[in-house]
Nanobody
Framework: QVQLAESGGGLVQAGGSLRLSCAASGRIFSVNTMGWYRQAPGKRRELVAG???????NYSDSVKGRFTISRDIAKNTVYLQMNSLKPEDTAVYYC?????????WGQGTQVTVSS
């Protein structure tokens, strides 16, 4: 079993920054992918950014150049540095881990960007 604990959400003005963290615990395998998804009210959950255990990253077009995903393998922790935030970034952000064909989700953390 795997547990994901997120932190770092909050309220910020447009143009500001936030850093999300997600610590994974439990049975973590060496090969996995961690990432962040988000879901705004009335919209589908969408991928924001992902990073493999080989440190390969991918981003949605809407956040490229503004968000940076990173991870600390030893701590089983993934980070999302969000800069130049926009009101349209407002959503609940979910941490995700995928390994051995299983998917795990965090409880979500609210990010609200005011204009």
């Amino acid at each position: 079993q795997v547990q994901l604990a997120e932190s770092g959400g909050g309220l910020v003005q447009a143009g500001g920054s936030l850093r999300l963290s997600c610590a994974a615990s439990g049975r973590i395998f060496s090969v996995n992918t961690m990432g962040w998804y988000r879901q705004a009210p009335g919209k589908r959950r969408e991928l924001v950014a992902g990073i493999t255990s080989a440190m390969r990253t991918n981003y949605s077009d809407s956040v490229k150049g503004r968000f940076t995903i990173s991870r600390d393998i030893a701590k089983n922790t993934v980070y999302l540095q969000m800069n130049s935030l926009k009101p349209e970034d407002t959503a609940v952000y979910y941490c995700h881990l995928s390994q051995t064909l299983n998917d795990y989700w965090g409880q979500g953390t609210q990010v609200t960007v005011s204009s």
